[in-house]
Structure formats: structure tokens, C-alpha cells
């Protein structure tokens, strides 16, 4: 992926984060750098996480526990970036918000590896 695909998801990655600030109470960005950092975060800590335990855990992945972690990615993310403050509950309506919104407009993040139905099969 180019530099230009990364910097655009992330950019649509902090506007959601915006939106998700304004709609769920417990949960604050302060801006939208903020958000982009948060998203920066988030995103790291995926892949992290993806990493140890597998595509079955991951903040992105399906399920309660995938739920649980990314509300706990969002809930920790608010101790390394700035003017970002969160509850427990409200991390947790934050991640399921943002799956909700996610199931609409899926943006999969820059770490993320995976077939998107467009390769070549040969």
C-alpha cells in the first residue's frame, strides 16, 4: 500500500474517532490530531496484539472477545495520547459504536494483511 492509501485511512480512521467522541458519552478527543493519533495508537496496538495472539483477538476480529479487546485498546490508548480521556463504559460504547459504524463504511487499517478479493488467481 502507498504512503497516500495509509495517510487516508488514518485520516478517515480519526474522523470516525471525531464522531464517535461527539455521539457516546464518557468518551473525549480534543481534536482531530488527537484522533489521528488515536487512530495511530489503535492501530499499532492491533497489530501488536494480532501478532501474540492471532486474527481471532484483534480489536477488528469478530466476536465478544474482539469487542472486549478493542474496547480495552481504547480504554489504554488514553494513557499515550493526549486530550483523549475515556471511562471504561465509555471506551466500551466507543468500541460499539465504532463497529457499528464499521459495518458500514469498513476501513481496515494499515496493519491489517489479508486477501481483498482482487488478487490475481493464476
Given at each position: 500500500?502507498?504512503?497516500?492509501?495509509h495517510?487516508v485511512?488514518?485520516?478517515?480512521?480519526?474522523?470516525?474517532?471525531?464522531?464517535?467522541?461527539?455521539?457516546?458519552?464518557?468518551?473525549s478527543?480534543?481534536?482531530?490530531?488527537?484522533?489521528?493519533?488515536?487512530?495511530?495508537?489503535?492501530a499499532?496496538?492491533?497489530?501488536?496484539?494480532?501478532?501474540?495472539?492471532?486474527?481471532?483477538i484483534?480489536?477488528?476480529?469478530?466476536?465478544?472477545?474482539?469487542?472486549?479487546?478493542?474496547?480495552l485498546?481504547i480504554?489504554?490508548?488514553?494513557?499515550i495520547?493526549?486530550n483523549?480521556?475515556?471511562?471504561?463504559?465509555?471506551a466500551?460504547?466507543?468500541?460499539?459504536?465504532?463497529?457499528?459504524?464499521?459495518?458500514?463504511?469498513?476501513?481496515?487499517?494499515?496493519?491489517?494483511?489479508?486477501?481483498?478479493?482482487?488478487?490475481?488467481?493464476?
Open positions: 500500500m502507498h504512503l497516500l492509501g495517510l485511512r488514518f485520516i478517515v480512521s480519526a474522523l470516525v474517532l471525531m464522531f464517535v467522541s461527539w455521539l457516546v458519552p464518557g468518551f478527543v480534543g481534536g482531530f490530531w488527537s484522533a489521528f493519533f488515536l487512530a495511530l495508537v489503535i499499532i496496538a492491533a497489530w501488536i496484539i494480532e501478532g501474540i495472539f492471532g486474527k481471532q484483534t480489536p477488528f476480529g469478530r466476536g465478544i472477545v474482539g469487542f472486549l479487546v478493542s474496547a485498546v480504554w489504554a490508548a488514553q494513557f495520547v493526549t483523549v480521556s475515556t471511562s471504561m463504559i465509555g466500551i460504547l466507543a468500541a460499539l459504536v465504532i463497529g457499528i459504524i464499521d459495518l458500514f463504511i469498513p476501513v481496515k487499517t494499515p496493519f491489517e494483511q489479508g486477501l481483498t478479493g482482487r488478487e490475481d488467481r493464476r
